[in-house]
């Protein structure tokens, strides 16, 4: 059974960071590509930052330059610094992996992430 699981999430002041944490288990497979989405309050579920296994990233327009996602495929693990935030970043974050492209992939149980003073 393939599990995603993720860590650090938290409250934080407007201009601060976080670094999320995502390790996956139970693949015997490795991930086309990994990454992170998040849902804000009254919101579509939107794309975040993802990384293909060649370690090709892409951001999402709203993040570029604040976020950095990196991903360890020896270890299974997905991690986003988040950098500069503000209370538009507010939001559930989720890990995906991907196997096949084009598919859904699986998901984490998601991490919440409120910015604020």
């Known amino acids: 059974q393939v599990r995603l699981v993720e860590s650090g999430g938290g409250l934080v002041q407007p201009g601060g960071s976080l670094r999320l944490s995502c390790v996956a288990s139970g693949n015997t497979f490795r991930f086309h590509a990994m990454g992170w989405y998040r849902r804000a309050p009254g919101k579509q579920r939107e794309l975040v930052a993802r990384m293909t296994s060649a370690g090709t990233p892409n951001y999402a327009d709203s993040v570029k330059g604040r976020f950095t996602i990196s991903r360890d495929n020896a270890k299974n693990t997905v991690d986003l610094q988040m950098n500069s935030l503000n209370s538009d970043d507010t939001a559930v974050y989720y890990c995906?992996?991907?196997?096949?492209?084009?598919?859904?992939?699986?998901w984490g149980q998601g991490t919440q992430v409120t910015v604020s003073s």
């Open positions: 995906n992996g991907v196997r096949f492209p084009g598919t859904s992939g699986y």
